[in-house]
């Protein structure tokens, strides 16, 4: 009985709560969407257990230019 009446005293609550914001003034902006993470499994040398690492490809092509750049900076 007294969830009854809790649930029809906040149902009735509801419609003035929605009707006090102003309408037109209120846009919807859209949210940007998350880049989507991709996972490798990561070996380090002279372990036998390999770590997760999660990021975005983004993230990941910039290692890969960074690690290749190192590497010929080496052999010169």
Not at 66 to 73: A, E, L, W, Y
């Amino acid at each position: 009985m007294f969830s009854l009446l809790i649930s029809l005293a906040l149902s009735a609550a509801a419609p003035e709560a929605a009707t006090s914001q102003p309408t037109g003034e209120t846009t919807a902006v859209p949210e940007k969407a998350k880049p989507k993470l991709i996972c490798r499994r990561i070996a380090d040398t002279g372990s036998r257990f390999s770590e997760r690492e999660c990021r975005t490809q983004e993230d990941w092509n910039r290692q890969a230019d960074s690690t290749s750049k190192r590497m010929g900076d080496a052999k010169n």
